[in-house]
């Protein structure tokens, strides 16, 4: 079965630092990945897909097939970033299977 | 603005009850779909619909049913609803080839099975 890890359920930085949430994936074909972010009170909404290669709010996220990670990326995290995230992927029926999320707190 | 609306945003049921959840697109999606969010566990799917009095059984439809009579409305039903089931439900919808672009998310309703 097509699997989604995110090692860790939580991740604590403080603000300006770096950050990297970790996901992991099974599938033998080309996968497409998804990064997805709640906010606190409000509702789960698509932050990047791996296909479009784009940048929201500083966070970006490489496809590695080789270790089957699309870890997702921001070189300077801010207190508004705290939420939590999860990552997807797009099995063949265009159905999404979630990994366990990551809450991310930034400290001031 | 598009739109997924969740008819309640809580909930609490007793034991054994029937409990519907409502779920409502102005996007004319083809896809829907219901998950359950739990901490530590992520999102699981319970159902999904692909058309009109179609639907299909996720990772975790045990307990459940749903029913959709019209494409912008999806109803998750617990049929005695128990106490394992209380739980963070989340509607979703997609365009056919939404696994593509991506879902559009409810608010969620926290149901509470007392």
């Known amino acids: 079965a097509q699997r989604v890890t995110q090692p860790e359920k939580l991740l604590s930085v403080f603000k300006g630092a770096p950050v990297e949430l970790k996901c992991n994936y099974s599938?033998?074909?080309?996968?497409?990945l998804f990064w997805y972010v709640q906010y606190s009170r409000q509702r789960l909404q698509l932050l990047l897909r791996?296909?479009s290669r784009e940048s929201i709010k500083g966070f970006t996220a490489d496809l590695n097939k080789g270790e089957t990670s699309f870890h997702l990326k921001k070189p300077f995290a801010q207190e508004e970033d705290s939420a939590m995230y999860y990552c997807?992927?797009?099995?063949?029926?265009?159905?999404?299977?979630f990994g366990g999320g990551t809450r991310l707190m930034v400290k001031p | 603005d598009v739109k997924v609306t969740q008819s309640s945003r809580y909930l609490v049921k007793r034991t054994g009850e029937k409990v519907f959840l409502e779920c409502v697109q102005d996007?004319?999606?083809?896809?829907m779909f219901w998950y359950r969010q739990d901490p530590g566990l992520g999102l699981r799917l319970i159902y999904f619909?692909?058309?009109?009095?179609?639907?299909e059984k996720g990772d975790i439809p045990e307990g459940y049913s749903v029913s959709r009579e019209k494409k912008e409305r999806f109803s998750l039903i617990l049929e005695s609803a128990s106490t394992n089931q209380t739980s963070m439900y989340l509607c979703?919808?997609?365009?056919?080839?939404?696994?593509?672009?991506?879902?559009?998310f409810g608010s969620g309703t926290r149901l509470t099975v007392v």
């Open positions: 979703a919808s997609s365009p056919i080839i939404g696994g593509t672009y991506g879902y559009t």
């Open positions: 599938y033998s074909g080309s996968p497409e």
């Open positions: 791996h296909i």
């Open positions: 997807a992927h797009n099995n063949a029926g265009n159905m999404l299977t």
């Open positions: 996007m004319d999606h083809e896809n």
């Open positions: 619909s692909y058309d009109v009095k179609m639907k």
